[in-house]
């Protein structure tokens, strides 16, 4: 089973670009789903995030308003949840993993915003980046309910910079030319990736595991 690790930075498109894929036959998995699984009712998380943090549990699940509240009073939370959240994620990736490649799926992509920051591209054949030019990123994000200015350039100082991504994909998916275009990228990668020739160029860089054949 092929493993394409995909990202880009808020508003250029990710989850319309996953959908293309699925509609190629792929398995997606998205980690931010992951982790609202997570801090959902009887999720795995809301336990263990409850004690460590207090008060940020409202009927059986995480607030994620009243967790960001606490995040923000104390430097270490973030590295303190990361150290809850991350296993709990990466056992379910696996799980889901070991499913898709029982079943016979071919080609896997998880859905990762963090990937680069994360060291996440290191477990995987091959990283798409999806990215679209600095005005049609800004019109998408400001045009989302509750967002501000202020808000999006914040979350843009936690992300690795589009230029940086670009640099560092095997693959790119410009969604600023609109989804037609963007549907035509997606269907020669997979071609490209699903090919018995094709040699994935970050295998040697991954260590054995879970992910691979």
């Not at 990123?137 to 501000?148: I, K």
């Not at 914040?154 to 230029?163: G, K, N, V």
């Not at 040697?204 to 691979?212: G, R, V």
Request: hydrophobic fraction near 45%; avoid cysteine; charge should be negative.
């Amino acid at each position: 089973m092929i493993l394409l690790g995909l990202t880009g930075s808020i508003g250029m498109g990710k989850s319309t670009t996953t959908t293309m894929f699925a509609e190629h036959g792929a398995v997606v998995w998205n980690a931010d789903d992951a982790v609202h699984a997570l801090y959902a009712p009887g999720g795995a998380a809301v336990g263990p995030v409850g004690e460590a943090f207090p008060g940020v549990v409202i009927d059986g699940a995480v607030d994620r308003a009243r967790l960001a509240e606490a995040l923000g009073r104390d430097e270490t939370a973030f590295r303190r949840l990361e150290t809850i959240v991350h296993p709990l994620v990466a056992a379910g990736r696996v799980a889901n993993l070991q499913a898709a490649r029982a079943a016979g799926v071919k080609l896997a992509v998880l859905d990762i915003p963090l990937l680069f920051e994360t060291g996440g591209d290191r477990a995987v054949d091959a990283v798409v980046v999806v990215t679209a030019d600095a005005e049609t990123q800004r019109q998408r994000v400001l045009a989302r309910p509750g967002m501000t200015v202020e808000r999006f350039e914040a979350i843009l100082t936690r992300q690795t910079p589009d230029a940086e991504k670009r640099r560092r994909a095997d693959f790119i998916v410009d969604t600023s030319a609109g989804m037609h275009a963007a549907r035509a990228q997606v269907a020669e990668i997979v071609g490209t990736v699903l090919a018995p020739a094709w040699t994935p160029p970050r295998r040697t860089l991954s260590p054995p595991d879970e992910a691979h054949h």
